[in-house]
């Protein structure tokens, strides 16, 4: 399995602000996803981010609101841009897992609230 | 591009008794279905999964049945517990690890 860090856990932010979540995976994976659960809603892939080119958005999800790094194979980042009340939402990074099975690794998540 | 239906949104069964959650889902070319797990707070885990070349998949009390043919799977919960209370995701794939998961179930188990 993949154990994935991700911080903050929540936070509260006010319009218009930018905040980065921060993941971490304790082993080398090629592809890193980021999804979006919106309050009592499924889970929506806004991106995948591969290490060493630019990530690849979802249609809905545009660089410039969610940018995303990933400078390396551990690490991966996504900022939520410009934030607005609709972002409110939980962001969850998640891996695939190191024996190629097809399973999902997900974080805690990131529930952030915008004011 | 791929959609996932899932049905029924809540459900509510008493401890003992079976609980089935259905999807259905429209690429034909999705090969893998698995089914995540979300209690309160928590992080989606997967539970069972099931390939294309398999019918069915049985692990304790949890079941999955595919039907290519009519594009849909279920998932099977006998026995029910207080602790499988949760919001259960079903999700398909056609192997690129992009995920399309279903709308979710909340399953609550009376005690």
């Known amino acids: 399995s993949a154990v994935i860090s991700q911080k903050p856990s929540r936070d509260i932010c006010q319009r218009g602000t930018s905040l980065t979540i921060q993941c971490q995976v304790d082993s080398q994976v090629t592809m890193m996803f980021w999804y979006r659960q919106q309050p009592g809603q499924s889970l929506t892939l806004i991106a995948t981010a591969n290490q060493g080119s630019e990530a690849t958005y979802e249609s809905g999800f545009v660089i410039d609101k969610f940018p995303i790094s990933r400078p390396n194979l551990t690490f991966s980042t996504l900022t939520v841009s410009n934030m607005s009340p609709e972002d409110s939402s939980i962001y969850l990074c998640s891996v695939s897992g190191p024996t190629n099975t097809g399973e999902l690794f997900f974080g805690e998540g990131s529930r952030l609230t915008v004011l | 591009g791929e959609n996932v239906e899932q049905h029924p949104s809540t459900l509510s069964v008493q401890e003992g008794d079976s609980a089935v959650i259905k999807c259905t889902y429209s690429?034909?070319?999705?090969?893998?279905f698995p089914w995540y797990k979300q209690e309160l707070g928590k992080r989606p885990q997967l539970i069972i999964d099931?390939?294309?070349?398999?019918g069915e998949k049985k692990d304790q009390r949890i079941a999955v049945t595919l039907n290519k043919t009519a594009k849909h799977f279920s998932l099977h919960i006998t026995e029910t517990q207080p602790e499988d209370s949760a919001v259960y995701f079903c999700?398909?794939?056609?192997?690129?690890?992009?995920?399309?998961f279903g709308t979710g179930t909340r399953l609550k188990v009376l005690a």
């Open positions: 099931i390939r294309s070349n398999v």
């Open positions: 999700a398909a794939t056609s192997g690129t690890y992009k995920y399309i």
């Open positions: 690429d034909s070319a999705s090969n893998y």
